[in-house]
């Protein structure tokens, strides 16, 4: 390599986590929403005594599908939901404190307060909606499994004052505890019931979701392109790139020419990734991964992702997932996206009255 390719090479170091896709976060995000009918029944309890929580969710996209009424005046309170003949009034402390809860107490970070604040008040209402609906209220409920997730509650603090003092700062009572258990076993039982509603899905669904869900294990060297940089450099980039591919396939080590050139944090390891899905890449760096069939092979040409190039050698071939656990897989993604479609029916009714000085939000904030 001469020496105005070594130079053309040296930029910033990559982000650690570049290789978490766009796509992998919309799904997780999608996923949380099939299951927030179930989560937003305990989303009242403090997250720092009544269980961990996730950083602060984000709504799915799409529109919402619930009816937003005349602002509310009352600086007392914060929504005002109604539904099947119901009136639930959320007073401003209680909004407050499931705000807090969803960020376990601390300020929520520059430019997410719309998306907490979303987030919060479609809590609100997936709870007005599977509290107050009949077909969800008409399940029994077994009271011993009630009693024993209370003693559970209950056994996670130090005494019987502990418990009523993390109770009371919750603004809840251990009536309203046992009450919130109950609804949530009978969103479990609801869910339970729409499970049965769906179908299998076909083996050759069950096959193409197996080989998209398979792992593969690969290294590799990326020469990052800093922004602004100019179209010579990044030519010369693609040659260094395409030089090392030629280096490699005359026998030249690789782990060696890792350490030496890549600019990813994996080149101390020699480029090494380990085994991974393809939804954990980026989509050019996963299709180029995925398309070789034998361990030790290096893909013909530099592979060019929004980081720069890379430079991409099998460590070991694609594997699919084992077919029983991708038709189980399947088969949940599958009960997820019904269960949020019957959660987004029962919620079509509700009316939502918002304070604009206690919830800043604009109606295209809950639309978009």
Same mark, same amino acid.
């Given at each position: 390599m001469d020496e105005k390719h070594r130079r053309a090479r040296i930029v910033p170091r990559e982000p650690t986590l570049i290789y978490l896709s766009t796509s992998t976060m919309t799904r997780s995000r999608c996923i949380f929403a099939a299951l927030l009918g179930v989560l937003a029944i305990l989303s009242v309890y403090p997250h720092s005594t009544f269980g961990q929580s996730p950083d602060p969710p984000v709504a799915s996209d799409g529109d919402l599908p619930f009816q937003i009424g005349e602002p509310v005046a009352?600086?007392?309170?914060?929504?005002i939901l109604t539904y099947n003949n119901a009136t639930r009034t959320v007073s401003a402390e209680s909004y407050e404190q499931s705000v807090q809860?969803?960020?376990?107490?601390?300020?929520?970070?520059?430019?997410?307060?719309?998306?907490?604040h979303r987030q919060a008040v479609i809590s609100q209402v997936v709870r007005m909606a599977t509290t107050h609906a009949d077909e969800i209220q008409s399940l029994d409920v077994d009271t011993a499994a009630v009693g024993e997730q209370f003693r559970q509650q209950r056994a996670? &603090?130090?005494?019987?004052?502990? &418990? $009523?003092?993390?109770? +009371?700062?919750?603004?809840?009572?251990e009536d309203s505890l046992r009450s919130m258990i109950a609804s949530s076993l009978r969103m479990n039982a609801y869910r339970d019931t729409v499970a049965e509603t769906v179908e299998a899905p076909p083996a050759d669904s069950v096959e193409s979701y197996a080989e998209e869900q398979g792992t593969v294990g690969a290294r590799h060297i990326l020469l990052q392109v800093e922004p602004?940089?100019?179209?010579?450099?990044?030519?010369?980039?693609?040659?260094?790139?395409?030089?090392?591919?030629?280096?490699?396939n005359a026998g030249a080590d690789f782990a060696r020419l890792a350490e030496e050139y $890549?600019?990813?944090?994996? +080149?101390?390891?020699?480029?090494?990734?380990?085994? &991974?899905?393809?939804?954990?890449?980026?989509?050019?760096?996963?299709?180029?991964?995925?398309?070789?069939?034998?361990?030790?092979?290096?893909?013909?040409?530099p592979v060019r992702t929004e980081?720069?190039?890379?430079?991409?050698?099998l460590t070991e071939a694609p594997q699919p997932m084992e077919m029983e656990e991708a038709r189980g897989a399947l088969m949940e993604e599958r009960v997820q996206t019904a269960f949020r479609e019957e959660m987004e029916r029962l919620m079509e009714d509700v009316?939502?009255?918002?304070?604009?000085?206690?919830?800043?939000?604009?109606?295209?904030?809950?639309?978009k």
């Open positions: 009352d600086t007392s309170v914060a929504l809860s969803m960020t376990r107490g601390r300020p929520i970070p520059s430019g997410q307060e719309t998306a907490v996670r &603090f130090p005494d019987s004052t502990a &418990f $009523s003092d993390a109770l +009371s700062q919750a603004g809840m009572t602004g940089m100019s179209e010579e450099n990044i030519d010369s980039l693609r040659t260094v790139a395409a030089s090392l591919i030629d280096s490699v $890549s600019d990813g944090p994996s +080149s101390s390891r020699g480029g090494d990734l380990g085994t &991974f899905s393809r939804e954990r890449m980026v989509k050019p760096f996963a299709d180029a991964a995925f398309s070789m069939q034998d361990s030790s092979e290096v893909y013909p040409d980081y720069g190039f890379h430079v991409i050698q009316m939502v009255r918002m304070n604009p000085d206690l919830v800043p939000l604009a109606t295209s904030d809950l639309r």
